[in-house]
């Protein structure tokens, strides 16, 4: 008998694992894989978040629906820092939001993500004026050049002329423009938004979304915004909709022949999980368990029936 094949060594083993191909999300400015968020309130457990996956790429514009207790705000408050995941992974700006201390996490929210809150009261504080807000973050991570950067964000935001008025005197459409450029002083790579247009009228909302577009275009920024407004999800190139805690479906937009097109996605997760929208289960009596059969160009999804009603 031949000499039996040695054992590959774990050089062999990262050689082959590289091989393979490029890592999930590589390149990617953030990255959910997998990720679990519990929360446990006098012995009851809460599964908030049950293996969610999401990439986003950089420079993207992206909004994130889903009905109320869906999981969307859970996942801004984990993609900003100011929640740990309980299991998975999550990375922003290639940040580590499972394994950062303390520190690290103040650090990575003074100077890597930017936010903006629905209310327009918790982005500004009331006794400084719009120039200072926009300013703070940059004293507080020890950067120069404070006022020319804070007065140029303004103008871009098409409110220069409001600098020296503190929140109190501005209007709630005024507040948010200037609570966008409080999010991108420190230059983050991405910028997070929590319903940013939610107490705003129609009108005021469109403006906002235009600053929050402008700020992604012009600077590079990579956006997600979290809303339940039709008219901010309808204006990106990307909605991506969770449903019970995973990412179920999506929105892709693009011009195609002078024409805006949209085309509907359901997402296939990492484990190969893929959920149907209820108005396509429902009429067909889908419930518990469903048959699959493979084709040479599609996977066939059938109601369980008994044989007699099965399609021929």
Request: hydrophobic share 40%; proline share 4%; aromatic share 4%.
């Amino acid at each position: 008998m031949g000499q039996a094949e040695a054992e590959p060594d774990l050089a062999e083993l990262e050689r082959r694992a590289t091989a393979s191909g490029p890592a999930y999300g590589e390149g990617a400015h953030i990255v959910c894989d997998g990720l679990v968020r519990i929360y446990k309130t006098e012995g009851v457990e809460v599964v908030a978040l049950q293996g969610l996956d999401l990439l986003v790429e950089p420079g993207e514009l992206v909004a994130i629906v889903g009905a109320s207790g869906s999981g969307k705000s859970t996942l801004l408050n984990i993609l900003s820092g100011l929640d740990v995941p309980t299991a998975g992974v999550a990375r922003v700006a290639g940040a580590d939001l499972l394994t950062m201390g303390a520190k690290e996490r103040l650090r990575f929210r003074r100077e890597q993500v930017g936010f903006v809150w629905q209310q327009t009261a918790r982005n500004l504080l009331p006794y400084l004026t719009a120039g200072q807000n926009v300013e703070l973050p940059m004293r507080l991570a020890g950067r120069k050049g404070r006022r020319e950067r804070a007065a140029e964000l303004l103008d871009v935001l098409g409110v220069a002329d409001l600098a020296g008025r503190r929140p109190a005197e501005l209007s709630g459409g005024q507040q948010q423009r200037v609570a966008i450029a409080v999010a991108v002083a420190n230059r983050p790579q991405v910028v997070l938004a929590d319903e940013p247009t939610g107490e705003l009228d129609s009108a005021t909302a469109g403006e906002v979304f235009d600053a929050l577009r402008h700020v992604n275009r012009e600077l590079g920024t990579t956006t997600v915004i979290v809303t339940h407004d039709a008219q901010v999800a309808e204006q990106v190139d990307r909605t991506v909709a969770i449903r019970d805690g995973r990412t179920a479906s999506e929105i892709r937009r693009a011009e195609r022949d002078g024409a805006r097109v949209s085309t509907e996605y359901a997402v296939l997760d990492r484990s190969g999980r893929v959920q149907l929208p209820r108005d396509f289960t429902g009429p067909l009596g889908m419930r518990d368990r469903v048959r699959l059969t493979l084709d040479t160009d599609h996977v066939g999804v059938w109601p369980d029936r008994p044989e007699r009603e099965e399609r021929p």
